[in-house]
């Protein structure tokens, strides 16, 4: 299957996100605003740098996108995006369980794989 081996590292990766996610979670993650009506936590920074780390350790060669930090950004054909901790407020707020860990891969503008991790509904 084409994609098998960025497939396998999307959801790996998802879950071990989802699992640091998990570690924090119910304890104070103080916000840092971004804009007036975007904050992000030490969390979503955390989760952030364990995703890029494993790309660009299995992955050197292409780019990365991510919601939290500046893209590294090399004019690739392939690039990988993600959201290391998409919906903060509920995460942080506790006001229910839809938060997730969100990684895809592009290449040549076209999605070819995608994974989405629920940590707390697994």
């Known amino acids: 299957m084409a994609y098998e081996q960025e497939r396998d ?22 916000p840092e605003w971004k804009t007036t ?5 030490a969390v979503d920074d955390m989760s952030d740098k364990l995703i890029r780390q494993a790309i660009t350790e299995h992955f050197p060669d292409d780019d990365i ?14 690039k990988w995006v ?16 839809n938060f997730s860990v969100a990684i895809a891969l ?5 999605p070819v794989v995608g994974a989405v991790f629920m940590p707390a509904r697994k």
């Open 9 to 30: 590292f999307a959801i790996e990766t998802a879950q071990r996100a989802g699992a640091l996610l998990m570690r924090y979670y119910g304890q104070q993650n103080a």
């Open 37 to 41: 009506t975007n904050f992000k936590t």
């Open 65 to 78: 996108y991510s919601e939290e930090v500046d893209p590294l950004d090399r004019g690739r054909e392939r």
């Open 82 to 97: 993600f959201d290391p901790l998409d919906g903060t407020l509920p995460y942080t707020t506790h006001q229910n369980n």
């Open 106 to 110: 592009i290449e040549g503008n076209k």
